[in-house]
Every structure is written in structure tokens, then in C-alpha cells.
């Protein structure tokens, strides 16, 4: 079983927050002692970070479930609850994170890029946070908030130097086995290489540049034939391409047709990859059955030919196409989702009231108590409820629910049922 995983699912779910305290003062000497009660904790939250030390989503494929631990419930004179501890995970640098219908809500592009993932419910208000001066006795508090839960799907798009893209066999895996330490499955047959292979190389005066092996394409690898969108994903982010023909293929295919169809391909997946810096090798000069591609570097990994003109090439034009990028392209980025108002849901005669402020104003432990029903009344006007329900056609009678409470809509907001 391959150690490179480039694709999975993750499971997140953040803490929940943790209850308020309902509790008044009670100590000798002290009459009618106010309320006490403490705030819950809130949970943590799951935030995913790119880290150039993780090298796949490997560590997903057997366990992609992330749990944030949960905050504690508040207790009486005045103690909080403690916080949840925030999970943070690490994932590739280049990691692509979609929803469960495929739209992309962060690109980990850079090291350091943080994605808020989940976030943590925030804990429940105790009794003495409702103390006002028509409220002198609050007999309620707030319960902790869930935590956020989504199934996410990561997809991971390689970030290297130079990309090396060519047919299956060509000897792309003999080459990055010569001017790197990395050691890809060798072998005569098409289709060696299944997964990208990265390989890092040294050049003059300590320069280092990251070459990818990708997997062979073939002809309609831009529709998806041979895993073709697999593959091709890895070249999307590579600074240059070294494109390798074969002197001799296996189906006699000439360098100049090689070419041609791998040039296609690369522009029907995506248009601007050809805009990239490339450099054209005929490879495997050891072997040749056909004279190299005028105005391509021969090379023989085998023999050593022309490996240090490779080598040389592409330093120069990894150089130069690092000093092209925005000066701003490594800056780390803190994605955090756009918080969301109010909205209602009409789903017959009943009317759905969606939005965490809302849902919030009813998490009250005791919704049997009059001045807690009072209390939510009061808020879920400030918030502009009410006027939301009556612009989405709410006629008295109808059902309106908020998080878990449902009560019956009427014009005096007076009457409601669990």
C-alpha cells in the first residue's frame, strides 16, 4: 500500500461549550445572597495549517475523524468553566479543502496558512450574567453552544520547482534517481510510477530547488483517462515543466508527436500551463532509436550524458521564474469564515430561523421558566426575528423553530409551546 495519499475525507467536529451555572450566594450572615452562578467554557476549535514537514494526507486514510475537546461548565461564586484545548491539524503545504458538493472553501498554498475548520461552541452564561434591576433573582442560565461538525475533503496539489511530465517509461523516475536523493520504483514497464515522487536537488552556492516526479500521461489524460486528472493536478503548481520525450518508445511514436500530444493535453486541462518556463529532453540517448528533438537536451540517465546541463537549465530558470512571483505569495494567510446573520427557512407552516445568534438566544436551560421566556422574547426581538418571520410570510398559527424550541407564531408573541 502506497505512503502517498493525495485525496480523503476528514471528519471535524469542534467542542461544545460548557453549561452555565445556575447557583446563588449562600454564606452565613448574608441574606438573600444575589446569584452566582458561573459561564461555561468555551470549545475548542479545529483549525487545519499547512506544514512543509507533512509530506501526504497519509495520516487520514485510516483515521479521518478530529474531535476538539469541550469546554467545562461553569459552577457557583462566580467560577468559570475552563476553555477547550483548539486541535490543530497538519496537512501538506499545497492542500485544497472542499465541502461535501466539491466547492473549495480554503487553498493551503503557503507554510503557515491557517484555515479555521470548526469552530468551537461558546459557553453558556450563568445566572448572574441575567441580573438587571427588573431581574434581581435570574432562576435560569445559558446551556454551552455545539460545537461545529462537517465532513470535509482534502485534495492535495503538489508544490515543486520543476514538474517532470513525459509519457509512461520515459525516465522520469532513472532521472530524479540521478539528481536527487530520492529512490522512485524503477522498472521496464509503463506505469511504474502511480503516485508523484519528490525529489530535491542541489545546485551552485547552497541553491536548492524540489523536482516532482509525476506519473506518466497518456493521450486523454486531460479527460481523465489513465487517473489523467490525478496526475495533472500535481503539475497545476510548478514553477517549471521539464517535459521528457522518449528516443524509444515503445510504440515507435515519434519526439516531435510526443510532444505535440503532451502539449495538447497539458492545454486542455489547463491553458495556462503553457505559459510556464519548459525545458524540452529527449531522453534515454542511450538507446535512441531516433535522432533527439531539435533544440532539446539529450540526455542518457544511464550513462551520466547531459545530466549536469539538465541540471544547470533548470536552476536558471527556477531562478529567475522565483524572482517573477509576487513578493507576497509566501505570506501566511488566516482563512476565517464569513460569520452568518439571520435567515428563515419557509418550509410549509413551519418557519425555520437559522443563524448562531438566534439559535444561541433560546439554549437556556430551563424553558418551563417565565422570566427566561421573557428573556428570549426580548432578545429574539432585538435581533430582529419577528420582522424577519413577517417578511418571509409567517401568518399567526404557523410553527416557528429555532434550534430546538418550536413554538406557535402569534401576532402578541405571547404564546409559546415546547
Known amino acids: 500500500m502506497s505512503n502517498f495519499v493525495d485525496e480523503c475525507g476528514l471528519n471535524v467536529k469542534a467542542g461544545d461549550g460548557g453549561a452555565g451555572c445556575v447557583s446563588f450566594r449562600r454564606e452565613a450572615h448574608v441574606d438573600r445572597g444575589g446569584p452566582d452562578g458561573g459561564d461555561g467554557g468555551n470549545g475548542g476549535d479545529i483549525w487545519l495549517v499547512a506544514d512543509h514537514n507533512v509530506a501526504s494526507l497519509l495520516a487520514f486514510r485510516d483515521y479521518p475523524h478530529r474531535k476538539a475537546e469541550s469546554g467545562k461548565h461553569g459552577s457557583g461564586k462566580r467560577r468559570h468553566g475552563a476553555n477547550g484545548n483548539s486541535e490543530l491539524i497538519n496537512v501538506p503545504v499545497g492542500t485544497l479543502v472542499k465541502d461535501s458538493v466539491g466547492n473549495v472553501l480554503a487553498d493551503l498554498s503557503s507554510t503557515g496558512t491557517k484555515w479555521l475548520a470548526a469552530s468551537g461552541g461558546r459557553g453558556g452564561k450563568g445566572n448572574s450574567r441575567f441580573l438587571s434591576n427588573k431581574r434581581r433573582a435570574p432562576s435560569f442560565a445559558e446551556q454551552g453552544e455545539h460545537g461545529e461538525e ?212 433560546v439554549s437556556l436551560n430551563d424553558l418551563t421558566n417565565i422570566e427566561a421566556l421573557e428573556y428570549i422574547q426580548f432578545t429574539l426581538e432585538k435581533l430582529g426575528v419577528n420582522k424577519a418571520l413577517r417578511k418571509a410570510g409567517i401568518k399567526e398559527g404557523d410553527f416557528v423553530q429555532i434550534g430546538d424550541l418550536q413554538f406557535e407564531y402569534m401576532d402578541d408573541d405571547e404564546h409559546w409551546i415546547d
Do not use: C
Not at 508544490?159 to 524503477?186: E, H, M, Q, W
Open 150 to 361: 462537517q465532513w470535509l475533503n482534502l485534495e492535495l496539489k503538489l508544490l515543486a520547482d520543476v514538474a517532470l511530465v513525459g509519457f509512461p517509461n520515459v525516465g522520469k523516475s532513472t532521472l530524479i534517481s540521478r539528481i536527487s536523493a530520492a529512490k522512485p520504483k524503477i522498472a521496464d514497464y509503463p506505469f511504474t510510477t502511480l503516485v508523484p515522487n519528490l525529489g530535491v536537488v542541489k545546485g551552485s552556492e547552497g541553491f536548492e530547488m524540489v523536482i516532482a516526479d509525476i506519473p506518466g500521461l497518456i493521450e486523454g489524460a486531460a479527460d481523465g483517462k489513465g487517473l489523467g486528472h490525478q496526475f495533472l493536478r500535481h503539475v497545476e503548481r510548478a514553477r517549471v515543466l521539464a517535459i521528457l520525450l522518449d528516443l524509444s518508445p515503445y510504440d515507435g511514436r515519434e519526439v516531435d508527436s510526443q510532444l505535440e500530444i503532451l502539449l495538447d493535453e497539458l492545454k486542455n486541462y489547463k491553458p495556462e500551463l503553457l505559459e510556464r518556463p519548459r525545458l524540452v529532453i529527449s531522453s534515454k540517448a542511450d538507446v535512441a532509436t531516433q535522432n533527439a528533438l531539435e533544440g532539446s537536451l539529450t540526455i542518457s540517465s544511464i550513462t551520466g550524458e547531459g545530466i549536469q546541463d539538465i541540471k544547470y537549465k533548470l536552476e536558471g530558470l527556477v531562478k529567475e521564474a522565483r524572482k517573477a512571483e509576487d513578493i507576497n505569495s509566501n505570506e501566511i494567510v488566516i482563512h476565517r469564515p464569513a460569520p452568518k446573520g439571520i435567515y428563515v427557512l419557509n418550509e410549509g407552516n413551519v418557519f425555520t430561523v437559522k443563524g448562531r445568534q438566534a439559535e444561541r438566544a
